[in-house]
């Protein structure tokens, strides 16, 4: 069943599109929160986040849009388990803007590193799918090749092939927009 139908069905109450909505992106999800959770805790409260995540679509169905609800459903996630982990007192993996801000913060250089986030968001969206996917799950959220060739049923020297060919494409792009 397609985004928007599900999104239809899920809008106008029928627990068959929450169902749908759950069947599409439940793996996508679980993948996102294990990912940052790493066994920090039981099962049982990792899967609570997983349901957490399909319940907020549930409740913001109406503002769901079929051509993002999958990157939707995986901020939400990376979201929740984040949220979940500062709630058991455990440190959040340093996001790598922390980790780059220069010494003197000036409205000049945080437009640079605006400027900067924005040209390589644009960059990613030229790999087109499954690409872009295979390198966010990798690089942003991640996941070991293997993990990435399970879930997506693809080759995992596929997926070595296309993360290189994405590096290559996004150093190609960044180089000649002067961002690298």
């Given at each position: 069943m397609k985004d928007e139908l599900i999104l239809q069905k899920m809008r106008s109450g029928d627990p068959a599109g929450l169902e749908a909505l759950m069947d599409a992106y439940i793996p996508y999800v679980s993948a996102v929160v294990w990912n940052i959770l790493r066994g920090s805790m039981p099962a049982e409260d990792a899967e609570e986040v997983v349901s957490d995540v399909f319940l907020a679509a549930w409740k913001q169905a109406a503002d769901l849009r079929p051509e993002s609800?999958?990157?939707w459903l995986g901020a939400v996630a990376r979201n929740a388990a984040r949220s979940r982990l500062r709630k058991m007192g455990r440190d959040l993996p340093l996001e790598e803007d922390v980790l780059e801000l220069p010494d003197e913060l000036t409205p000049v250089t945080l437009?640079?590193?605006?400027?900067?986030?924005?040209?390589?968001?644009?960059a990613l969206d030229t790999l087109g799918e499954p690409?872009?996917?295979?390198?966010?799950?990798h690089y942003y959220y991640a996941q070991e090749l293997r993990e990435i060739s399970q879930t997506m049923?693809?080759?995992e020297s596929t997926v070595k092939t296309k993360l290189r060919r994405g590096r290559m494409r996004l150093k190609t792009l960044l180089l000649r927009w002067g961002v690298a």
């Open positions: 609800a999958k990157a437009a640079e590193k605006a400027e900067e986030r924005q040209l390589v968001r644009k690409d872009r996917e295979i390198f966010l799950r049923g693809i080759n």
